[in-house]
């Protein structure tokens, strides 16, 4: 496994821009199916998920530290459950400013 460090937050519209990275996804989990997911990026973005047998989704909404495919789906690494109800309005926008050049490491 790759090591584990300031991943930057990404949602579905940047996940070409970090193919063989590992990143920080906020989502919505839409459809779980043995060892896959479908997700929902805070942009509102489809994700395909490929979840190892150690994650454990227990809350709707999680965020991922995963890596990024080729095929722009993402490989989870480790995942943290966040609970019922999340502003993915505001994750969006924390996005949108990390990624930002004004806010390029001052947010991750």
Do not use: W, Y
Not at 7 to 20: A, D, H, V
């Amino acid at each position: 496994m790759s090591r584990l460090g300031p991943e930057p937050r990404i949602n579905s519209r940047l996940l070409s821009q970090f193919k063989g990275q590992t990143v920080r996804l906020t989502v919505k989990v839409v459809k779980l199916n043995g060892d896959t997911a479908t997700v929902e990026a805070s942009d509102g973005g489809p994700i395909g998920v490929v979840l190892p047998r150690d994650i454990h989704i227990e809350d709707p909404f999680v965020e991922l530290i995963a890596l990024v495919k080729d095929d722009l789906s993402v490989r989870a690494l480790t995942n943290i459950n966040l609970g019922k109800n999340i502003d993915m309005k505001a994750v969006d926008a924390l996005v949108t400013l990390s990624n930002s050049s004004k806010g390029v490491g001052v947010l991750c």
